[in-house]
């Protein structure tokens, strides 16, 4: 089978997976759609002799392109004015789908996960990733970066050591994660909810009840529209700063939930246009950490 071909029918089955890799990877929805998309294109052009996995070949491909994507934009990173959030992906419900595998899925591009992903260097991360996330043995991962199964092995420890994370996805813990997922996703998403509310009638009490004591808020304008260019630390804090928002919010101000990263979260509106996509970090019947996105370069695919 020709290539070109084999590129058509690859299409269909490893572009959500592909997907995945790249934005866990890059945090930026538009990057991780031109790499996938010229990773296919670049299967489609390759010669005559038969690939013989195409997964592993896109999966190489993509991760490569990844990782010199994240060479090239550190200096811009350095100088990026305020904090740095992820574009943020707006996904659907899988109701029908497996309730660990949804959890696993959703968890995996939150906003904190994809920040705590930044601690790790741009190898490190793919090879998180790729045994992680996909669940690829050491001996696949070495064929994609280039380095030994064992090296592999050592990364990925260390990796994971840095970033905190207690078991491998699809570890012994999923049917757990699996039982209690419904209801902690119903909790959140009555949580956040309460809190939105809350903001439009002005009620700081219940403001102040919904956020931990030690709530953080972060802000991503990226200096290309105001935004508060250091985190806002304390529920007191944040209510305050909220506060102020809402009473300067502009004519033809609306918002609506939506799922951000697979949770519960927001999308504001100025006539009809996205001013900012809200995700938060919850847990416990509170809300830890706040993330708002207003940066326009990180809207331009939010419909």
Partial sequence: MENGMVAEQAYTSYKPLLFSLAYRMLGSVMDAEDIVQDAFLSLGAAGSEPIRSPKAYLCRVVTNRCIDRLRSSQKQRE???????PEPLLTEGDPAGNPAEVYIQQESVSTAYLLLLQQL????????????VL???YDEIASIVGKSPANCRQIFHRAKRSIGRPAAA??????CLAASRPAACRETRML??????????????????????DASLFSDGGGRVTAAIRPIL??????RFLAGLQQKSPAGF????????GGPGLVTYVHGQPSSVVSFDAAGGQ???????????KLRHVR
Wanted: charged share 15%.
């Fill in 79 to 85: 100088v990026y004015v305020g904090p740095w959030l």
């Fill in 121 to 132: 260097s741009s190898t490190e991360r793919a090879v998180f990733l790729l045994r992680e």
């Fill in 135 to 137: 669940l690829y043995d």
């Fill in 170 to 175: 699809g570890s012994g813990s999923a049917p």
């Fill in 192 to 213: 956040i909810e309460g809190f939105s509310q809350a903001l439009a009638r002005g009620d700081v009490a219940a403001l102040l009840s919904a956020l931990a004591e």
């Fill in 234 to 239: 304390g529920a007191d804090r944040i209510v």
């Fill in 254 to 261: 609306t918002f609506r939930p939506a799922l951000v990263g």
């Fill in 287 to 297: 809300i830890h950490a706040i993330y708002i996105v207003i940066n326009p370069e």
